[in-house]
């Protein structure tokens, strides 16, 4: 097998381990429906409208950083790995719906922001860094573990806001005796 195929391959389980581990198959159709950055600053430009009807603006553009290096990874994803649309998907879905989830309580979206904006922060500047290792077929592992943490980092946050989602709606919900 090439490195080129195990790499591959590499990037296709942590999307299958990904995929099984939200334990959601419609959670993960809707993260598919995001493919680009484009569509996370649309919903992020949603959200900030929303937010400043209701005078509860929040400082989004401190995760600008995070999508910024995480646009840089994914050009040198593409570059690099040759990059599916659906493993493309997984980098961009996740953030959107963890913004509109949070988007309605403020201290989760704080702690999603605030978490996003320390990631970019420590996020390595994907084009310099594979400028400088082009040569180096090592570079295909990097980028995978990027991506193998990127994903980590989203099912938890995921996992997290679909227990406090599902548990909202059950604290909301009347009881019939009452």
């Known amino acids: 097998m090439s490195s080129y195929d195990q790499i591959q391959e590499a990037f296709e389980k942590a999307k299958r381990e990904f995929e099984d581990g939200l334990k959601n198959p419609s959670l993960y159709a ?23 009807k209701h005078g509860h603006l929040r400082h989004l553009a401190k995760i600008e950083p995070y999508l910024e290096r995480l646009r840089a990874y994914t050009g040198v ?3 690099f790995v040759q990059a599916s649309p659906e493993i493309l998907s997984l980098i961009w879905g996740p953030i959107k719906l963890l913004l509109q989830w949070s988007g309605t309580l403020k201290q989760s979206f704080d702690a999603i922001v605030n978490t996003t904006a ?4 420590v996020l390595p500047q994907f ?24 994903l980590d980092f ?12 599902k548990s909202s709606f059950l604290t909301t919900k009347r009881s019939p005796i009452s």
């Open 118 to 121: 320390k990631i970019g922060e």
């Open 30 to 52: 809707e993260i598919l429906k995001t493919t680009t950055i484009d569509q996370v600053y649309d919903a992020a430009d949603k959200l900030q409208d929303e937010q400043a």
């Open 77 to 79: 994803l593409e570059t």
């Open 154 to 165: 989203y099912r938890i946050a995921l996992e997290f806001f679909s227990k406090k989602r």
């Open 127 to 150: 084009q310099e860094v594979t400028r400088l290792f082009s040569g180096n077929d090592r570079i295909k592992d990097v980028l995978f573990l990027f991506f193998k943490d990127i």
